[in-house]
């Protein structure tokens, strides 16, 4: 194989796994669905569930909110 495609098939390599990186991180809407899906009896403004460490702190609040009034079954 030559110098010039050796580097070729390297830097291919290295697009790829780049590109499967970032595909393979969710988005913000992904990762509140997936929130709001792990939301339980026991979680509160302090004890949130893993999913939701990365969801802000007043839309974790409506979250919890919501899952009250679904609870209540008041949604």
Known sequence: MT???????????LVMLFAAFVTSIPSQAET???CRRSLDNTSTAEN?????QDVDAETYRT???MYALRA???D
Do not use: S, T, W
Not at 48 to 52: A, I, K, S, T
């Open 3 to 13: 110098m010039r495609i050796r580097i070729g098939v390297v830097v291919l390599a």
């Open 32 to 34: 509140e669905a997936a």
């Open 48 to 52: 949130r569930p893993d999913v939701c």
């Open 63 to 65: 979250f919890l909110l």
């Open 72 to 74: 209540q079954g008041l």
